[in-house]
């Protein structure tokens, strides 16, 4: 009972789940009285015509070859969807207005109030693994194995009056603003309800209410015990809290990723997320594939949340249990002597690029960091659009100044395309005019359509051509036809997601020569060291210097290699300015020059900017 | 070589933390006792540089602290209160990084860290993670890193806190052997620490020296004080807390023996037939002079 | 006058030689389009319905007889698309329905197991409505990701399931919105045979014949047209070989083409071109090459050298036909379903204005797709009506 009483202490958890469960009430009584209710997908009336229909249906497919083998899926579905619908064949429906009712069991607001009660709720009942209160509970007689399957059936508890709460104080609102009809309604067949007019359980409004309820009690005891399992596991509260996150990202990636008609599918119906953010699974019938039996899918619901709830109570219980004394562990005999070697032999800059790398988990970002780097660099590109071939294969032959054959080739490709586009919008018009047929005009529009590479290419060709053109009159530069899909790659703009990452890898590896000395608690004692101070700083500032230009330089050498492997640079000698961009530099120079000063300029910026951040960032060297 | 603290005051917004300090060390242990709060911790962040002070001098050799700089801190050694270490270091790692912090050159490094790991029994968990090491280890650790340079002023800031009382007594032990051509401050609230090793004590309550100085002499001043009797029943007690400071209580064959400490604010003599002078001892000196007073002495 | 008499003679004689001579044709063959509607009995037992040879396993093999590789015969039915579903014909009952189990479904959106989306939004998978193929027990569908991935999906029988199998190429469509996707991406053409997927990335600017093994990401490029303007199209495998056509434009409106039948020996792995000139619809019948020209219908001579048979002259140029028996052959006119007897000398036409496109069919039945009241429809004629019936008959009898 301690157990149970333990969250009656939070009084301001109390107050704060009270204050959830009247704002999901207002939600609700708002939308019911201000938002216009849907009109329902079929009138009653139709339901038993509906229904018939279906069984018709039914008895059609079977005798179809399709789904005429019994050991089939497709079969038993048949059969199985023929005797749910058969049952209520034959229930009568009352004409009735059932907005409110088909509100509540539609309305997610009270879902997103469910989850945010069932993370309080797991929080509340969380024991930290630090402090003292742990060697205390599990030093005492039921403290272990026994507490946690305590835990668990009150958790159990607690979800379920806050289901009744949430969900029977709406439903009470709601009889209340409705008055007498509310109450008949609720002796009326399901179906009565017009999201319900095909879901076939042949039960009254206040029986499926109460399955409805149970359904939401289970599933918010399924979300409740997940997050307290895991905080449990985990121990730490932010990691805990990153796993939850994590797991309901998963979750959410698995549901969209999998579809309907996926064999996978049960996947994304026995899925939290799905659980907890849907409710139609409690009005509309689909039945799944498990084990090559169809199966209503609200039963596969329940039944995987059951077993969740069940394998969770067993390892938490089993968790608990192991909480022995005489656990031993084992240091790795072979690498840890070869880690105490080297970590002795480190200089003071070594030891700051140790710290930054290995105690702060820096190698994990640059990892990340790295892989992200490689998918956006050009090796993930796989095949080149028709125009970009056109380009490529114009730029393998023509690269470099300007020649009378390159100028014909442009001039001609140009003019073909033009007269196709002419004769296109003459078509166009005339179509408009009833002067031709529609035969003879979709054959014109498709030859229009055939030459939409040859469009594009000689747009992108002409522009480069015309700029050229430029360059040499306005400012007397010979500029060369150079391959600008592969320069645009190697020479990438700093207003990029990619140097905007990188941005933020400075600043948290500055960051991080800090926090390093604030975590052990080290400042003060190295404040009081010969070199602990400015020099102790330079070392911390060179070592972010050093990370950040190795960084760079790898993801300099990860550009270029991708451009090289897809564009097969040459050109180099191109004077810089026969690129678009560079139109202003003032510099006589090569496009192979142009690259070298680029990424010496961004090291040079790099280094720069990573040095500045950690000799500002040692200004919050102190914790105090 | 001398230490001089001069007229030093630090305040922390509203709160006073050191006001008008001043003293004159020399070669010695120098034990500086007194309640959490006192001062003791922010007088040692001063003496090591490692917060501003308001005002005041703080000389090493007659010279500034701050000028000295770099000299100055090539020959103090500190321990501070809340052990600092790198978890994933292993304890001689550690040692040698911190030797490179000194500015040790790389042989002498290695010896001295040696050295240390030996004298200080840390020999053989040398390789383990300091992370792992249990709360005595640690301590010793953070001796070990104090003494890598040989310092001439050996500052500790709560030397033995959370370490048991065999520790404790190697560490004390330990302290009085080095203590030869050295200005040690030990930075304490245990009377334990300093009152078998101290030269002299400084009392510091409320951000002030109220006292100092040698243990014998307190010892003297507070005994007068000092007295011994036995109660039948423990509600006796409670009465006895009007006049009295309780310092001690034990129950034996004749009643429960309780030693107490008149307050300074009582003149009344004790009836010598009740209660009997008895010699005080270091925690009677603590007690006496920060347990519950209303007047300055 | 004597000169007058034999010079006149001479140019009777003339007159009438001429009438008898010209290239070898199958003129006796050749229908002549006066003699319309006179009904053909087909005989079923020479009827082509193991036309594809001896060598023909159903489980394995690519159904070559389909013109349109949108219809695919199953165990007892046939699959097709419509309107973005696939039905299922049963051939017992003649009756159809959506490939979907789920009584109560509407067969209108992603839920329902018969309705693939075609709308290129970006966000979901896009389906080829223009491929489906029965292989070994499970049906393939082509579509495109999100990523600009193209995928075979394989779908259950039944149509219960349906998973990504494998993926054939990428198309770099990321910076291309929705329509501009449509009218970007072109539809490879493909089919699956004895284990290997062969397929032609349309949004090549030259086309390659590729294979990739069923299952495996991997492609190889079995043929690539050295030539510029190059095209290669119509894939037919016929046992252990696959024919393809492959040719180059030889205009700027890249409508007439050069080219020729090539030949893939899957055993060998190699190509080799098996007939020059013949760039429209062609099939095999017991290893004898049947073709469409501009003329009519020709078929292959059997010894090298000889000249080809034309078969047929045809009233369209390059007409799709189908091989209904040794000596009847039906080709479309434009809608119209022309069935030749060329040994009796023999025309039925078949015309019904709701008839779009002709897929041909299996030898018993022949397919078609068309539209009735503004509703595609999919249209059937069975092999043994073929000769007489006037219209195609609506397989549509289920109410959607």
């Not at chain 1, 800090?514 to 404040?527: I, Q, T, Y």
């Not at chain 2, 243990?215 to 000092?226: C, G, H, N």
């Not at chain 3, 075609?118 to 569908?141: M, R």
């Not at chain 3, 078929?299 to 080809?308: F, I």
Request: glycine share 6%.
């Amino acid at each position: 009972m301690m157990e149970l009483r333990r969250l009656l202490y939070h009084k301001k958890t109390i107050v704060f789940i009270l204050s959830l469960v009247l704002l999901q009430l207002a939600m609700l009584s708002y939308g019911f009285y201000h938002e216009k209710p849907e009109e329902p997908a079929m009138p009653a009336s139709q339901h038993e015509k509906q229904v018939q229909d279906i069984m018709e249906e039914c008895n059609r497919y079977l005798g179809i070859s399709l789904f005429a083998d019994t050991d089939s899926f497709a079969y038993k579905n048949v059969r199985q969807t023929k005797e749910d619908y058969s049952r209520i064949l034959s229930v009568e429906q009352p004409d009735a207005d059932t907005a409110f009712f088909d509100r509540l069991i539609s309305f997610k607001g009270t879902n997103a109030v469910c989850i945010m009660i069932g993370i309080i709720l797991a929080l509340t009942y969380q024991d930290p693994e630090s402090g003292g209160l742990k060697a205390l509970t599990y030093s005492a007689k039921n403290g272990r194995g026994i507490r946690r399957l305590k835990q668990i059936f009150v958790l159990m508890i607690w979800s379920g009056i806050a289901v009744l709460i949430l969900y029977g104080g709406s439903l009470l609102t709601g009889l209340l603003l409705i008055g007498s009809d509310g109450w008949k309604i609720l002796g009326m067949p399901l179906q009565t309800l017009s999201l319900c007019r095909l879901f076939p359980i042949p039960v009254a409004v206040w029986e499926y209410l109460l399955l409805f309820l149970f359904f939401k009690w289970i599933i918010l005891f399924e979300l409740t015990a997940v997050i307290w399992f895991l905080f449990l596991l985990i121990g730490n509260l932010i990691l805990a809290s990153g796993a939850v996150v994590l797991l309901f990202l998963a979750e959410y990636i698995v549901w969209m990723a999998v579809g309907v008609t996926s064999s996978w599918n049960l996947l994304k119906y026995c899925n939290l997320w799905y659980h907890l953010s849907s409710n139609e699974y409690l009005y509309t019938y689909l039945n799944l594939n498990v084990g090559n039996h169809p199966v209503n899918r609200q039963w596969v619901i329940l039944a995987a949340a059951f077993l969740l709830i069940f394998l969770l109570a067993v390892f938490s219980y089993l968790k608990g249990e192991y909480a022995k004394g005489d656990r031993v562990k084992w240091e790795i005999s072979i690498v840890f002597p070869f880690w105490a070697r080297m970590q002795e032999r480190l200089n003071l800059l070594t030891a700051e690029i140790y710290k930054l790398l290995v105690i702060q988990k820096g190698c994990i970002l640059i990892l990340l960091f790295m892989a992200f780097v490689v998918m956006q660099s050009d090796f993930m590109h796989v095949s080149n659009t028709g125009y970009q071939e056109m380009y490529y294969t114009f730029m393998e032959q023509y690269q470099g100044l300007p020649t009378e054959e390159s100028e014909r080739y442009i001039r001609d490709l140009s003019k073909e395309v033009n007269a196709v586009t002419k004769e296109y919008d003459e078509a166009d018009q005339r179509y408009a005019g009833g002067e031709i047929s529609t035969d003879e005009y979709f054959s014109i529009l498709m030859k229009y359509d055939t030459f939409y590479n040859e469009r594009k290419f000689v747009s992108i060709v002409e522009q480069q051509r015309d700029y050229l053109l430029q360059l040499r009159d306005k400012k007397g530069i010979e500029g060369w036809y150079v391959n600008s899909f592969c320069y645009q790659s190697i020479l990438e703009p700093v207003l990029s997601l990619k140097y905007g990452l990188f941005m933020i890898f400075i600043l948290l590896t500055a960051f991080a020569s800090v926090k390093v000395e604030r975590d052990a608690s080290m400042f003060r004692v190295l404040n009081g060291t010969v070199l602990g101070r400015k020099h102790l700083f330079y070392k911390k500032a060179a070592a972010v210097g050093l990370i950040t230009a190795g960084m760079y330089l790898i993801m300099m050498i990860i550009g270029l290699a991708s451009a090289v492997h897809v564009y097969g640079i040459s050109a180099w000698n191109a004077p810089v300015q026969s690129l678009e961009p560079y139109y202003h530099v003032p510099l006589h120079i090569s496009l192979l020059q142009g690259i070298i000063l680029y990424y010496a300029g961004l090291l040079f910026l790099t280094i720069l900017i990573s040095v500045g951040f950690t000799l500002l960032f040692q200004r919050f060297r102190y914790d105090t | 070589m001398t230490l001089k603290v001069r007229h030093l005051n630090k305040r922390y917004k509203t709160t006073t933390a050191i006001s008008d300090v001043s003293f004159e060390l020399t070669e010695g242990i120098y034990g500086f006792l007194g309640p959490n709060g006192a001062g003791k911790s922010t007088l040692i962040n001063l003496i090591t540089d490692n917060i501003r002070r308001d005002s005041g001098e703080i000389l090493w050799d007659g010279q500034e602290i701050c000028r000295l700089d770099k000299k100055y801190r090539d020959v103090i050694g500190y321990m501070p209160q809340y052990q600092g270490y790198y978890k994933g270091f292993t304890a001689r790692a550690f040692l040698l990084y911190m030797a490179q912090m000194k500015g040790m050159k790389k042989k002498e490094a290695f010896e001295r860290t040696d050295e240390l790991l030996k004298t200080l029994n840390l020999w053989k968990v040398r390789e383990k993670k300091a992370g792992s090491l249990s709360g005595g280890m640690r301590q010793r650790l953070m001796l070990a890193q104090a003494l890598l340079n040989d310092p001439k002023l050996l500052i500790l800031d709560e030397p033995t806190a959370g370490v048991d009382p065999q520790e404790r007594i190697r560490i004390r032990n330990y302290i009085s052997t080095i203590a030869k051509d050295k200005i040690i401050l030990i930075a304490t609230h245990i009377v334990s620490d300093v009152e078998a090793i101290a030269n002299q004590i400084f009392l510091m309550g409320g951000g002030k020296v109220v006292e100092h100085c040698s243990p014998e002499a307190l010892i003297a001043k507070v005994s007068p004080y000092t007295y011994m009797t036995t109660v039948k029943s423990a509600t006796e007690i409670h009465g006895l807390e009007q006049m009295f400071i309780v310092s001690n209580i034990h129950n034996s064959e004749d009643g429960i023996q309780v030693k107490l400490i008149r307050k300074r604010s009582t003149d009344k003599e004790m009836d010598e037939a009740i209660c009997h002078p008895v010699m005080a001892n270091l925690e009677d000196v603590y007690l006496f002079y920060f347990s519950d007073r209303s007047d300055e002495v | 006058m004597k000169q007058l008499r034999l010079i006149s003679i001479f140019l009777c004689m003339c007159f009438i030689c001429s009438a008898c001579s010209g290239t070898k044709q199958a003129s006796d063959n050749s229908a002549e389009s006066s003699s319309q509607q006179e009904n053909i009995e087909i005989d079923l037992e020479k009827s082509l319905q193991n036309y594809a040879g001896s060598d023909y396993h159903f489980d394995t093999d690519y159904q070559s007889y389909f013109d349109r590789p949108c219809i695919t015969k199953g165990e007892k039915g046939y699959y097709y698309w419509l309107d973005n579903r696939i039905y299922y014909y049963d051939t017992a009952t003649e009756q159809n329905v959506a490939l979907c189990s789920k009584a109560e479904c509407k067969h209108s959106d992603e839920t329902c197991n018969a309705y693939f989306n075609e709308d290129f939004s970006g966000d979901k998978d896009s389906f080829v409505n223009s491929y489906v193929q029965y292989y070994d027990g499970s049906l393939y569908v082509v579509g495109v990701d999100p990523k600009g991935k193209v995928n075979l999906y394989k779908v259950a029988a039944d149509g219960s399931s349906r998973d990504r199998y494998m993926t054939l190429f990428k198309q770099n469509i990321n910076s291309v919105s929705g329509d501009q996707m449509i009218a970007d991406f072109t539809y490879p053409d493909i089919c699956i045979h004895r284990g290997y997927v062969y397929y032609i990335n349309n949004m090549e600017s030259e086309p390659k014949l590729y294979r990739a093994k069923l299952g495996s990401d991997r492609s190889e490029v079995i043929y690539e047209n050295e030539g510029t303007h190059s095209t290669t199209y119509r894939i037919k495998p016929y046992g252990d070989r696959v024919y393809f056509q492959s040719g180059n434009f030889t205009d700027e409106d890249q409508v007439n083409v050069e080219g020729g039948i090539y030949a893939y020996d899957i055993e060998k792995q190699k190509v080799s071109l098996y007939k020059e000139s013949a760039i429209s619809d062609y099939l095999f019948y017991e290893d004898t090459l049947y073709y469409s020209t501009a003329e009519g219908i020709c078929r292959a001579a059997e010894e090298k050298g000889s000249d080809d048979d034309r078969i047929i002259e045809t009233k369209s140029s390059h007409a799709d036909f189908f091989l209904l028996n040794e000596q009847t052959i039906a080709y479309m006119d434009d809608r119209d379903m022309v069935v030749c007897d060329f040994k009796d000398k023999k025309e039925h036409v078949i015309r019904d204005d709701r008839m779009d496109v002709c897929y041909f069919g299996d030898g018993s039945i022949f397919f078609a797709g068309g539209a009735e009241d503004s509703a595609s429809v999919l249209l059937l004629i069975r092999a043994d009506e073929i000769g007489t019936a006037d219209k195609w008959t609506n397989a549509m009898n289920v109410e959607e």
